[in-house]
Structure formats: structure tokens, C-alpha cells
């Protein structure tokens, strides 16, 4: 078995993220969620914040478990923190107006400790991790698939 590089991991990411779109995020393998989901928030956190990712109406509690399944320890307790903080009930409002009204509150300064540990999860880091799971999975027989 050959080792999974960078640009197969970009690739594969694009492809999830097709799939993603055009089915849903159900549609996925634990393991395919698990790679996407911590790939897509570090962007939309490393460019918007935790703010931006809650406007989207998207839950932290599955990024925090994928940062953990990846490696990512301090990511995820960041995740957990945030969530915890900002949504206590468990869940942000789906329906938009009512979420932007739950969220208007938040002053999201209190969060950016948090983020510094999002931002620390490079891109070359978060790219090798996901390729040593998907070998991990591949090994175990639960291959990570397109």
C-alpha cells in the first residue's frame, strides 16, 4: 500500500464535498464525515471564525468528535468549549431568523483562545492526519471511499 499524499487528500476532499452537496451529509460513512467535517470547518472557521461557522446553522459537536478521531485533541476540546458557550441547550436554531436572533447576543471576542487552537491545526497537519486515517481505515477494512 502506497502512502496517501497531499494532492490525494485534496482530491478526495473535493470529491466528499460533491458528494456531500449533492446528496447530503447523510450519505457519507462515518469515516468520510469524519475527514470532511474537520476539513471543511477549519476552512470556514480559519476564515469566518466560530461566528461564521454558527450563521451557517451547522453543529460543532460532530466537528469536535472528527478533530478528536484525527488526532486533534485541542481542537476539539476548543469546539466543545465554544459549543458549550454559545449553544447550552445542544443546538442552535435551524430556522434562520430565529438563529441569528439566538446568536445577535454572542460576543464572539470571548472565543478567540479557541480559534488560535482551530488555527493551529494547519492545513500540511490536517492533511497528513487524514491521510494516516485513511490508511488506518483502509487497513481495518472501513476504507474511506468517493
Not at 461566528?51 to 453543529?59: A, I, N, R
Not at 465554544?82 to 436572533?101: L, N, Q, S
Not at 492545513?123 to 491521510?131: D, H, K, R, V, Y
Amino acid at each position: 500500500m502506497t502512502a496517501v499524499t497531499e494532492q490525494d487528500v485534496e482530491r478526495l476532499m473535493e470529491q466528499l464535498g460533491q458528494k456531500a452537496d449533492e446528496r447530503g451529509l447523510a450519505a457519507l460513512d462515518p469515516a468520510e464525515r469524519t475527514v470532511l467535517l474537520a476539513w471543511w470547518a477549519r476552512g470556514v472557521i480559519g476564515n469566518g471564525g466560530f461566528k461564521y461557522f454558527f450563521e451557517g446553522g451547522s453543529e460543532l459537536g460532530p466537528v469536535a468528535r472528527a478533530f478528536r478521531a484525527l488526532g486533534f485533541p485541542k481542537a476539539a476540546e476548543a469546539c466543545e468549549h465554544v459549543d458549550a458557550e454559545v449553544v447550552p441547550e445542544g443546538r442552535a436554531p435551524r430556522d434562520d431568523e430565529a438563529r441569528r436572533a439566538a446568536l445577535a447576543h454572542v460576543d464572539w471576542r470571548r472565543f478567540e483562545a479557541d480559534q488560535l487552537e482551530i488555527f493551529a491545526v494547519k492545513w500540511e497537519l490536517l492533511s497528513g492526519a487524514i491521510g494516516r486515517y485513511i490508511e488506518n481505515q483502509s487497513q481495518a477494512g472501513k476504507g474511506v471511499r468517493s
